[in-house]
């Protein structure tokens, strides 16, 4: 079985570029999570998904950050414009229906720097 | 932001020593988790605890749920080179909570 996809794996942008990351869920899990790890912390959530509804999207910085997941599988975050402080490790994570909130598969995450 | 607190921050420790690793929380978690994260990969679930004074093994690894809800320990016996790594505790106020996360402690085993 596939794990979480995510891509790209890294990416390196100037201020005020926009910037998208992609994540491919494990195939039948309706639970998808976008993560933010800064340089030495651990992961913090950013947004949790129900299939295509936004659950839980408190943690989002919605000035400049927005996510979809239009069909209930794959996502895409995007930061518009990018901040110096954006740089990052963007995890995405996926849960199967009725499993315990804390059984979570990470992605590899994407790494993202901006200069 | 972060709630959680781990202890030590890195450690160096010999190949074939045992290690421990605590974590505290200046609030109560009823579920405390324990992961491991390798570099350029995302954290991989080691253990789950689900009750005040749970002692639970995985392996070589073995992780207590504090007694005052408050924190949780992880130990490693017999440390090898693939246990290098960053760990970090986790908790939940209750099992529909998000999982907050700690800090990390950075393990590094010399052969």
């Known amino acids: 079985e596939a794990g979480v996809v995510q891509s790209p794996r890294y990416k390196i942008i100037e201020k005020k570029q926009p910037v998208a990351f992609w994540c491919n869920p494990i195939?039948?899990?309706?639970?998808l999570y976008w993560y933010r790890q800064n340089l030495g912390q651990g992961p913090e959530l950013l947004i949790r998904y129900e299939n295509e509804e936004a659950v839980d999207d408190s943690q989002l910085p919605k000035d400049r950050f927005s996510a979809e997941r239009l069909k209930g599988v794959d996502s895409t975050l995007k930061i518009q414009p990018a901040e110096l402080g954006d740089s990052a490790v963007y995890l995405c994570?996926?849960?199967?229906?009725?499993?315990?909130?804390?059984?979570?598969?990470f992605g590899p995450g994407t790494r993202l720097t901006v200069l | 932001g972060q709630q959680l607190n781990q202890s030590p921050q890195s450690m160096f420790i010999q190949e074939g020593e045992d290690v421990s690793m605590n974590c505290t929380s200046s609030?109560?978690?009823?579920?405390w988790l324990w992961y491991k994260q390798d570099p350029g990969e995302g954290p991989v679930l080691l253990i789950a605890l689900y009750k005040a004074g749970e002692l639970t093994s995985n392996g070589r690894l073995t992780a207590q749920f504090g007694i005052t809800r408050k924190d949780s320990f992880l130990n490693i016996s017999a440390s090898i080179p693939s246990d290098v790594g960053i760990y970090f505790c986790?908790?939940?106020?209750?099992?529909?909570?998000?999982?907050?996360f700690g800090p990390g402690t950075s393990l590094s085993v010399i052969p």
């Open positions: 994570a996926s849960r199967g229906t009725g499993r315990a909130y804390n059984e979570q598969f």
């Open positions: 986790a908790g939940q106020k209750t099992s529909y909570d998000k999982v907050i």
């Open positions: 609030s109560i978690f009823n579920t």
């Open positions: 195939s039948g899990h309706n639970t």
